[in-house]
């Protein structure tokens, strides 16, 4: 989906893009995009659970990637101690 047809999507959905971020809507969407099983890739539904997250916490994905990446960290350091 191209920033423009995702923006629209938005729009479409009533975001307020001076509270959430295009960015953060957009890096959202790309996140929410892998749960296809549950979407069954239907763009709506997918900016829709992005736009939820957002709303409880905008930056919802900046602290997600954060965890994922001190997951991935912690995963690697137990495998090396074995």
């Known amino acids: 989906m191209?920033?423009?047809?995702?923006?629209a999507l938005g729009t479409k959905l009533k975001v307020d893009f001076k509270k959430i971020p295009f960015g953060e809507f957009k890096k959202?969407?790309?996140?929410?995009?892998?749960?296809?099983d549950v979407t069954k890739g239907n763009?709506?539904?997918?900016?829709r659970i992005a736009v939820a997250?957002?709303?409880e916490c905008p930056?919802?994905?900046?602290?997600l990637a954060k965890?994922?990446?001190?997951?991935?960290?912690?995963?690697?350091?137990?495998k090396r101690v074995k």
């Open 67 to 78: 965890m994922e990446k001190t997951f991935k960290k912690k995963k690697l350091a137990k």
């Open 28 to 36: 959202g969407y790309k996140t929410e995009m892998e749960h296809k």
């Open 43 to 47: 763009p709506e539904k997918t900016a």
């Open 2 to 7: 191209t920033d423009k047809e995702l923006k």
């Open 53 to 55: 997250h957002l709303k």
């Open 59 to 63: 930056k919802y994905y900046q602290k």
